[in-house]
Structures are given as structure tokens and as C-alpha cells.
């Protein structure tokens, strides 16, 4: 009931920017939680990033002062503002939306920085 779609991924230089979308569709509540994940080959899935209803946020130590993750519930949109990209940050990333004791995942889209 609940389908997301991520874009903006591709390939960038070390500390290149980019900037990752996500829409949901569906029944999206005004309470929902959004956020990105991240994995790496042959390591598990991480948080990146993730904003509530009240816009509060938290960010993994590893992205705090380069990511800012932001929204637009009226669009149900969650975006990602990633800046100085280093080559540890390649992966394929994941939009993710939490409700109803759910989560949801998009099909991920890969972000590959090279040096």
C-alpha cells in the first residue's frame, strides 16, 4: 500500500555533491517517518539519515556536517543533500518511510564516488 521511489544516484568525484529524491505514494499519514539507509557490498545496512513529522532529525556520525536530509510531506517527498562525497560513502542507498509499526523500502539507488 505504501511504494517508494528513490533517483538522483550515479557517480561522482571525491567531494563532488549530489542529491538523492524520494517519492512516496500510497496512504502516507502526516505522523509517517522518513529516512535513508545505506549498504555497502558485503556489509550490512546502516542509517544514514532520518527526519520525523516534526522535522527533528538524526544523522550517522559518519555523514553529520556533509548530508542534510530534509522533506516535503505535502509532496511526501524526503530528499538528500549529500556534499564533499568521499569514496566510503558507495553505496546503494535506500528510502525508507516508517508508520503503522512498517517500514517500507524503495529499490535503492547506487551512489558510487570515486578518488
Known amino acids: 500500500q505504501v511504494q517508494l521511489v528513490e533517483s538522483g544516484g550515479g557517480l561522482v568525484q571525491a567531494g563532488g555533491s549530489l542529491r538523492l529524491s524520494c517519492v512516496a505514494s500510497?496512504?502516507?499519514?502526516?505522523?509517517?517517518?522518513m529516512g535513508w539507509h545505506r549498504q555497502a557490498p558485503g556489509k550490512q545496512r546502516e542509517l544514514v539519515a532520518l527526519i520525523r513529522s516534526d522535522t527533528s532529525t538524526n544523522y550517522a556520525d559518519s555523514v553529520k556536517g556533509r548530508f542534510t536530509i530534509s522533506r516535503d510531506s505535502a509532496k511526501n517527498m524526503v530528499y538528500l543533500q549529500m556534499n564533499s562525497l568521499k569514496p566510503e560513502d558507495t553505496a546503494v542507498y535506500y528510502c525508507n518511510l516508517y508508520q503503522l509499526s512498517r517500514d517500507y523500502w524503495g529499490q535503492g539507488t547506487q551512489v558510487t564516488v570515486s578518488s
Open positions: 500510497g496512504s502516507i499519514f502526516r505522523f509517517a517517518r
